[in-house]
T-cell receptor, first 116, second 113 residues
């Protein structure tokens, strides 16, 4: 398996523009997670899905952020409008089952977002 | 609130020496812990995990120790190699969520050749 695939690897945009980050989880994984990583706050969970359904979006910072998972093999994280403080590395991760069964979390390589 | 913190943000060791990375957690209800390694430009990768009913678990060149009395977790890397240079995160699962990892801010390990 190719692992969790994210695109783009790097995104540079101007404040106010819409940004869409994409993720393809590992085939067969039931859970998909979006994380944001910054130096100040480390890894923060934004939202996660189970079987394509959003379960917990309490980590989404503002209404400017939205995430969708139209099918088991694709998810998007959208920021509209983007702001400089959104600059971070955004990771997508997937897992087979709940962690209480010792299933591991597999991360993609991340999208480095810079909002100017 | 819950927090997972690391004692040292940076650690430098000589190649061949053993490394010890520490982590403190605050929630005594945490029942599952994982160490992740993140190399520059990559996502975190699983290293080793341990459940709260264990005190120690060994992998290949790595050992995780769990002290529930003082809520402390450590990762020991034997015979540290240049390829071990990375940021290391500990993460905990706190019941009853079961689905969310709480990550610490990470420790940067630099191996000096």
């Amino acid at each position: 398996d190719a692992g969790v695939i994210q695109s783009p690897r790097h995104e540079v945009t101007e404040m106010g523009q819409e940004v869409t980050l994409r993720c393809k989880p590992i085939s067969g994984h039931d859970y998909l997670f979006w994380y944001r990583q910054t130096m100040m706050r480390g890894l923060e969970l934004l939202i996660y899905f189970n079987n394509n359904v959003p379960i917990d979006d309490s980590g989404m910072p503002e209404d400017r952020f939205s995430a969708k998972m139209p099918n088991a093999s694709f998810s998007t994280l959208k920021i509209q409008p983007s702001e400089p403080r959104d600059s971070a590395v955004y990771f997508c991760a997937s897992s087979l089952r709940r962690f209480s069964t010792n299933e591991k979390l597999f991360f993609g390589s991340g999208t480095q977002l810079s909002v100017l | 609130g819950e927090s997972v913190g690391l004692h040292l943000p940076t650690l430098s060791v000589q190649e061949g020496d053993n490394s010890i990375i520490n982590c403190a957690y605050s929630n005594s209800a945490s029942d599952y812990f994982i160490w992740y390694k993140q190399e520059s430009g990559k996502g975190p990768q699983f290293i080793i995990d341990i459940r709260s009913n264990m005190d120690k678990r060994q992998g290949q060149r790595v050992t995780v120790l769990l002290n529930k009395t003082v809520k402390h977790l450590s990762l020991q890397i034997a015979a540290t190699q240049p390829g071990d240079s990375a940021v290391y995160f500990c993460a905990e699962i706190i019941p009853p969520t079961g689905n969310q990892f709480y990550f610490g801010t990470g420790t940067s390990l630099t191996v000096i050749p």
